[in-house]
């Protein structure tokens, strides 16, 4: 049974209970549910190229929303560009590498004003620890990618948000780290931990 599902059956301070005892956090107070309006919002997605980041960028740009895809790949960025403007949508092109701190200062330099911060690039190493270490750079990019450029991006579009009184930042993580470790996940384990803390 999913969170989603228990929440429908079990009241929601038995439900925030047992979840804190299980070490889980517990779920988010809904302030409303009416939907946010995006037409017109400027939405920063980080990983837009495939997968998750891709659907959203679509599908945020279907609701209206200008959406600055940020990628390594930018031959992949045009294309989804291509197809958001082919639909009608608004969709910026922005490729940057952001395990390199220094290109993360330079696209929130150039992306300018941002409503919304989707943090959802990353990328994982599938082996033991042990197999890492003559590879460190590999767990050094991991840390810089899931962790730390999300924190950049916030702290260089943050104070925007804060300055207007309207924002949103939303970092993508992962289930995985919740319940317990996976041996051939540590690095990527331990990196989405700390941007989930």
């Known amino acids: 049974m999913t969170r989603a599902s228990l929440a429908k059956h079990i009241s929601p301070q038995k439900l925030r209970r047992a979840l804190r005892l299980a070490g889980m956090r517990p779920l988010p107070r809904r302030a ?110 991991t840390i810089a990618l899931n962790y730390y450029a999300p924190l950049r991006l916030i702290r260089g579009l943050a104070p925007g948000m804060i300055e207007r009184g309207d924002g949103h930042i939303i970092n993508v993580s992962s289930w995985r780290v919740m319940p317990e470790s996976s041996p051939y996940f540590s690095v990527y384990n331990a990196s989405k931990a700390a941007l989930s803390a």
């Open 32 to 141: 409303s549910r009416t939907p946010i309006d995006l037409r017109g919002k400027r939405i920063l997605l980080t990983g837009a190229s495939s997968g998750i980041g891709e659907a959203a960028a679509e599908k945020l740009a279907g609701c209206g929303a200008t959406v600055i895809v940020v990628a390594r790949r930018e031959n992949l960025l045009k294309e989804v560009s291509d197809r958001i403007i082919a639909r009608g949508g608004d969709a910026v092109v922005m490729p940057a590498n952001l395990a390199d701190m220094d290109a993360v200062d330079e696209l929130v330099r150039h992306a300018g004003s941002v409503d919304i911060l989707i943090n959802n690039a990353a990328r994982s190493i599938r082996r033991p620890l042990m197999d890492s270490l003559e590879r460190w750079h590999d767990v050094e990019r």
